[in-house]
Each structure stands twice: as structure tokens, then as C-alpha cells.
Antibody, heavy 121, light 107 residues
Framework: HEQLQVSGPGLVRPSETLSLTCTVS????????WSWIRQSPEKGLEWIGYIFHDGRTKYNPTLESRVSMTVDPSENQFSLRLTSVIAADTGVYYC????????????????WGQGTQVIVS | AVQMTQSPSSLSASVGDRVTITCRAS??????LGWYQQRPGEAPKLLIFATSILQTGVPSRFSGSGSGTDFTLTVSSLQPEDFATYYC?????????FGQGTKVEIK
């Protein structure tokens, strides 16, 4: 079973770029989709987007103009960049495995990393 | 985007109570729905996927039902560790969307 660990700055200035990295350990990184999700009291849980191990991405249309994701399969890492941040981007940022399957079917968002608080101020 | 509406937003219950939480989708999402539990300071944890399948290790007191637009999470006998916030999420299409959460508090 994978373990995910988020790392990155906890404080970002308005108009600057938020950058976070998620490191995956414990199981295979390749052939899976990896997601970023954020949570705030105002917006609740919000899916930001996913990246495949080969670099293919899909983003939430509400954030697409400011979001980019990259992947480094050699390090079992994927990263998030969110540009031109504003106070409304403050929240806890999580990474998660987008899709998992077994003989019973497929699920979304399991497991999750521990999350990291990012404050825009 | 598919809108997910949970009700109630919060409830008070006692240990041993049967608790039901509802999630309604703004369009037909077949059975592509999951339920998550989140305790304070922790990441959400997957309880149920595909509407009714318990993730490995989840106690059998949790169950899910529904299809189309209306879904239910039931806890048959609430335990102390079940006091938490519960979220539904649709994985029918993108963008994935979550319900706003139901906080289960101790009466």
C-alpha cells in the first residue's frame, strides 16, 4: 500500500506561485493517475487535477488557467504549481492516488497524503 | 460540473444510534459514488466506493446504497470513533466533485 508525503512552503505571497511536491513510497508509481485536492472552510474539498506517470494531465476548469503539474517517475514524485495566488487559495493541500482497482471494482482517491497547510498572505 | 448536495450538514447522535446521511447529484451518475470519513487534523479516508462496496478494513456497520442521483450512507450502530465529518464524491466524470460534508457530533 502506497504512502504519500506532501512537501513545500506553508506561506506564499499574493500574486506569487505555490509549489508543492508529493512523494510516493511503498508501491508502484507508474501506470497510475495522481491527484491534487485542496480543502478550505469556504469551498470545502476541491479537486485540482491529476497527472499520469507519463505526464498526461487533466485539470479542474475553474483552476486550469493557473495550474500546472509535472511528474518525475525516477523519484516517484509529482508536483503542483499554482500561479498568481490569492487569499482564496489558502487551504490544506492534499495529494492522493486518483484511481485504484481490485477484483471488486475501482475507487477514487485512496490513499491520501497527510496534507499541508498553505497560507496566502 | 456535477453538483453534489449532502444532507444534513450536521447531526447529533449517541453511541449505538443508527445514522443516515444523504447525497444527491445534480445529474445521473449511475453508481459512481464514494464516501469518505475525515477526522479533525487527518486526511479523508475512503470508506465506500461504487456506492456500496466497503473498502478493505472498513467495519461492516458502514453501508451505502442508491443509484442515479440519490445515495445514502448508513452507520448501523455509531461507535465513538465514528464521530467525524463525512463526504460524498462523484467519480462519474470530471471535474470530480465533493459534497459539502456532514459533521456527526456527539449528543
Amino acid at each position: 500500500h502506497e504512502q504519500l508525503q506532501v512537501s513545500g512552503p506553508g506561506l506564499v505571497r499574493p500574486s506569487e506561485t505555490l509549489s508543492l511536491t508529493c512523494t510516493v513510497s511503498g508501491d508502484s508509481f507508474s501506470n497510475y493517475y495522481w491527484s491534487w485536492i485542496r480543502q478550505s472552510p469556504e469551498k470545502g474539498l476541491e479537486w485540482i487535477g491529476y497527472i499520469f506517470h507519463d505526464g498526461r494531465t487533466k485539470y479542474n476548469p475553474t483552476l486550469e488557467s493557473r495550474v500546472s503539474m509535472t511528474v518525475d517517475p525516477s523519484e516517484n514524485q509529482f508536483s503542483l504549481r499554482l500561479t498568481s495566488v490569492i487569499a482564496a487559495d489558502t487551504g490544506v493541500y492534499y495529494c492522493a492516488k486518483e484511481v485504484g482497482c481490485d477484483s471488486r471494482g475501482c475507487w477514487t482517491f485512496d490513499p491520501w497524503g497527510q496534507g499541508t497547510q498553505v497560507i496566502v498572505s | 460540473a456535477v453538483q453534489m448536495t449532502q444532507s444534513p450538514s450536521s447531526l447529533s447522535a449517541s453511541v449505538g444510534d443508527r445514522v443516515t446521511i444523504t447525497c444527491r447529484a445534480s445529474q445521473d451518475i449511475r453508481s459512481d459514488l464514494g464516501w469518505y470519513q475525515q477526522r479533525p487534523g487527518e486526511a479523508p479516508k475512503l470508506l465506500i466506493f461504487a456506492t456500496s462496496i466497503l473498502q478493505t478494513g472498513v467495519p461492516s456497520r458502514f453501508s451505502g446504497s442508491g443509484s442515479g442521483t440519490d445515495f445514502t450512507l448508513t452507520v448501523s450502530s455509531l461507535q465513538p470513533e465514528d464521530f467525524a465529518t463525512y463526504y460524498c464524491v462523484q467519480n462519474y466524470n470530471y471535474p470530480r466533485t465533493f459534497g459539502q460534508g456532514t459533521k456527526v457530533e456527539i449528543k
